[in-house]
């Protein structure tokens, strides 16, 4: 019995200097301020007497003011390229932190809005190779309309010539309101109704603020005001390609 406790004294002693053993421990500061107030006002001491013990109900405290949670200022930065929602190169924008510092300054896309910058960047000399835009929503409309196709609806039983204001109405019932002056159509006329272009797809152009301009797939569909001349429902339309209406499908025209 003696011999095997023995034994184990050896192995107690290691483990004893391993928990015993000092560990560094990190410490961050951290900038944390609270601000607090009392919520009932201590009564003064008065002069010459000693002061009285406060009671209980005075180290009761109401919380004015966490700096963790204190919505932070907006950082101003420039941009030094054109940024989806915010502006082109040269810009000042004031973003929040987090965004500014992940989305901006870190991908190169901004920089401070110091007095040395706003000098450096007010000529546009050193971002003059950088495409602009004429809003900061241009570049955005311009990839969601390309990537939508619109149903072009037309009558089956009168005789029809597509029209900017037909594309105008299509647009409208997409949720997009585009003015008449700003769709270009083909060159080549397209007339109906004709069964050959049900489904089919032909290109118009849409110029965004007198300067961007962006080509739209749509789609014609013919309706009847009578029930049994009607095109049968075709569930996602939009993923079935007959084909285009013209066999250049780049003939295009432009105002």
Request: aromatic fraction near 10%; glycine fraction near 4%; proline fraction near 7%.
């Amino acid at each position: 019995m003696l011999k095997s406790i023995s034994k184990l004294i050896p192995q107690i002693h290691q483990l004893k200097n391993v928990l015993l053993q000092r560990e560094t421990i990190f410490q961050q500061q951290l900038r944390t301020t609270f601000v607090l107030k009392r919520k009932y006002q201590a009564p003064l001491h008065k002069l010459g007497l000693r002061p009285k013990r406060l009671r209980s109900k005075y180290y009761i405290y109401e919380l004015v003011k966490d700096t963790d949670i204190e919505r932070q200022p907006e950082l101003k930065l420039i941009l030094t390229q054109y940024v989806d929602g915010l502006g082109n190169p040269g810009d000042q924008v004031s973003v929040s932190v987090n965004y500014g510092y992940n989305k901006l300054l870190l991908p190169g896309l901004a920089v401070y809005a110091n007095p040395e910058n706003i000098q450096l960047y007010k000529d546009g000399s050193s971002y003059q190779n950088e495409p602009k835009h004429s809003s900061p929503y241009a570049h955005l409309t311009a990839q969601v309309l390309s990537n939508k196709i619109i149903s072009v609806v037309m009558s089956k039983d009168n005789p029809w010539t597509i029209q900017p204001w037909h594309i105008k109405t299509s647009f409208r019932k997409c949720g997009f309101i585009v003015p008449e002056h700003a769709i270009s159509i083909p060159k080549k006329p397209i007339q109906g109704p004709d069964m050959n272009l049900q489904n089919r797809e032909f290109f118009v152009t849409v110029t965004i603020n007198n300067c961007e301009k962006v080509n739209v797939k749509c789609k014609i569909h013919h309706w009847s005001t009578d029930i049994s001349e009607r095109m049968p429902h075709v569930h996602e339309f939009w993923k079935n390609s007959p084909g285009s209406v013209f066999s250049d499908e780049t003939e295009m025209t432009e105002k």
